[in-house]
């Protein structure tokens, strides 16, 4: 098993579930990255979501996208990024990283180049928002010869053709869009993300992460009693744009910390 495999099972047999922040690389400066990495295993995190920056997002709100503006303004590339993953591998071979983005980086880089170096600076997942399951069948199955899983949305609004590719071409866990919006939105339809997510986890048969919406250790425990993971980025990366340099890996796994705690109390509960 990879990684994230490794992961979940681990979880599950701890009783626990997985908590996923999400920060962008290169924000606020490249070279903040790898310690905010750290500093978000230092506060709970069992995986670590990446987000690679683009100039044209499409499921980004506000804060993201001016985490990925900030980003670009210092020429941070997804080949930068993935120098980022080999520094953040120097101190820890365990917590898995999923590279989160777009599709245009990737395929400026070129596919196979970028399979093999990204399995080699140490990325164990990839999810490209816009890359849906029944038109990437070729890249899924190259990410999975080289190693890594292919992670795809779900929303609300998903068909259920969509569920069955997802089922063939997804592997490591599934990312569930709790909400019809953009990244940060607040509001969360506890209730509803509640009634879908035990049918949702039946029909694709890998753990399921739900994001979009989540800014406080309330949310995420009540997400975390139905879910498999819980994915939070935004709440993250304002932390961050409110800190100085210095402060912001200790703001960081200090937010993150108490979103750990609200969870595991949640579950013991």
């Given at each position: 098993?990879g990684?994230?495999?490794?992961?979940?099972?681990?979880?599950?047999?701890?009783?626990?579930?997985?908590?996923?922040?999400?920060?962008?690389a290169?924000?606020?400066?490249?070279?903040?990255?790898?310690?905010?990495?750290?500093?978000?295993?230092?506060?709970?995190?069992d995986?670590?979501?990446?987000?690679?920056?683009?100039?044209?997002?499409?499921?980004d709100?506000?804060?993201?996208?001016?985490?990925s503006?900030?980003?670009?303004?210092w020429?941070?590339?997804?080949?930068?990024?993935?120098?980022?993953?080999?520094e953040?591998?120097?101190g820890?071979?365990?917590?898995?990283?999923?590279?989160?983005g777009?599709?245009?980086?990737?395929?400026?880089?070129?596919?196979?180049a970028?399979?093999?170096?990204?399995?080699?600076?140490?990325v164990?997942?990839?999810?490209?928002?816009?890359?849906?399951?029944?038109?990437c069948?070729e890249?899924?199955?190259a990410?999975?010869?080289?190693g890594?899983?292919?992670i795809?949305?779900?929303?609300?609004?998903?068909?259920?053709?969509?569920?069955?590719q997802?089922?063939?071409?997804?592997?490591?866990?599934l990312?569930?869009?709790?909400?019809k919006?953009?990244?940060?939105?607040?509001?969360?339809?506890?209730?509803?993300?509640?009634r879908?997510?035990?049918?949702?986890?039946?029909?694709?048969?890998?753990?399921?992460?739900?994001g979009?919406?989540?800014?406080?250790?309330?949310?995420?425990?009540?997400?975390a009693t139905?879910?498999?993971?819980?994915?939070?980025?935004s709440?993250?990366?304002?932390?961050?744009?409110?800190?100085?340099?210095?402060?912001?890996?200790?703001?960081?796994?200090?937010?993150l910390?108490?979103v750990?705690?609200?969870?595991?109390?949640?579950?013991?509960?």
């Amino acid at each position: 098993m990879g990684r994230i495999a490794d992961t979940f099972a681990r979880l599950g047999r701890e009783g626990r579930k997985a908590l996923i922040p999400f920060i962008t690389a290169g924000d606020p400066e490249p070279g903040l990255t790898p310690p905010l990495m750290r500093a978000l295993v230092q506060g709970g995190a069992d995986i670590i979501e990446l987000g690679v920056p683009f100039s044209d997002p499409m499921a980004d709100g506000p804060t993201i996208q001016r985490a990925s503006e900030r980003a670009l303004t210092w020429g941070t590339s997804l080949r930068i990024v993935l120098g980022m993953v080999r520094e953040f591998r120097k101190g820890n071979a365990q917590t898995p990283v999923v590279l989160m983005g777009y599709a245009n980086p990737i395929e400026a880089y070129g596919i196979p180049a970028f399979v093999a170096d990204a399995a080699a600076a140490g990325v164990d997942g990839v999810l490209v928002v816009d890359y849906p399951p029944e038109e990437c069948a070729e890249f899924a199955a190259a990410l999975k010869a080289g190693g890594l899983d292919p992670i795809f949305l779900l929303a609300p609004t998903s068909s259920d053709a969509r569920f069955e590719q997802v089922a063939r071409s997804g592997s490591g866990y599934l990312y569930y869009v709790s909400l019809k919006g953009v990244t940060g939105a607040a509001h969360l339809d506890l209730d509803e993300v509640a009634r879908r997510i035990p049918a949702i986890r039946e029909r694709v048969g890998m753990p399921v992460g739900v994001g979009f919406g989540i800014r406080d250790g309330a949310a995420a425990a009540r997400v975390a009693t139905v879910a498999d993971a819980v994915v939070i980025g935004s709440r993250i990366i304002e932390e961050i744009e409110n800190s100085s340099r210095e402060e912001a890996p200790g703001r960081v796994a200090a937010f993150l910390e108490g979103v750990r705690k609200a969870m595991d109390a949640g579950r013991s509960a």
